[in-house]
T-cell receptor, first 113, second 113 residues
């Protein structure tokens, strides 16, 4: 398996623009997690899904952020409109029904100018 | 106050030294305790995990949990340059992996050859 796949790896955009981050979890995994990592706040959970259904979105910072999982092999995290304080590395992770290690993707480095 | 506190370092030690990394936490409901290792520009990878209090050893790595003090540690013996990375502690309440993880901010470690 190729592991968790994220795209794009780097994104530079201007304030006010819409940003869409994409994630393909490991095949067969039932849980998908979106995290954000910054120097100041570390790694924070934004939202997670089980069998494509959002379970906990309490970490989503505000209404500008939304996440979807239309099927078991694809998820998106959208920021609209983007702001400079959204600049961070966004990670997607997945794990199986029985839990265990969360496998992280390589991350998307987002810079909002 | 954050739920999980971790000294961000950076920490530099000579090759062969014993390294001690620590986290404290405030949520007494945490039951699973994990250490993730993150190399530069990569996603975190699970290094070790423990359930409840006690010690666990895996090669040169030892994880300790003291729930009475709400304190966890990771020891690295005979440290190698390849151990240079950021080490993140993580914790969860009821399950291992398939629920929200709360991370520390990470300690950046450099092993000097």
């Amino acid at each position: 398996d190729a592991g968790v796949i994220q795209s794009p790896r780097h994104e530079v955009t201007e304030m006010g623009q819409e940003v869409t981050l994409r994630c393909k979890p490991i095949s067969g995994h039932d849980y998908l997690f979106w995290y954000r990592q910054t120097m100041m706040r570390g790694l924070e959970l934004l939202i997670y899904f089980n069998n494509n259904v959002p379970i906990d979105d309490s970490g989503m910072p505000e209404d500008r952020f939304s996440a979807k999982m239309p099927n078991a092999s694809f998820s998106t995290l959208k920021i609209q409109p983007s702001e400079p304080r959204d600049s961070a590395v966004y990670f997607c992770a997945s794990t199986g029904m029985l839990g265990g290690e969360q496998f992280f993707g390589p991350g998307t480095r987002l810079t909002v100018l | 106050q954050k739920e999980v506190e971790q000294d961000p370092g950076p920490l530099s030690v000579p090759e062969g030294a014993i390294v001690s990394l620590n986290c404290t936490y405030s949520n007494s409901a945490f039951q699973y305790f994990m250490w993730y290792r993150q190399y530069s520009r990569k996603g975190p990878e699970l290094l070790m995990y423990t359930y409840s209090s006690g010690n666990k050893e895996d090669g040169r790595f030892t994880a300790q949990v003291d729930k009475s003090s709400k304190y966890i540690s990771l020891f690295i013996r005979d440290s190698q340059p390849s151990d240079s990375a950021t080490y993140l502690c993580a914790m969860s309440e009821a399950n291992f992996g398939n629920e929200k993880l709360t991370f520390g901010t990470g300690t950046r470690l450099t092993i000097i050859p």
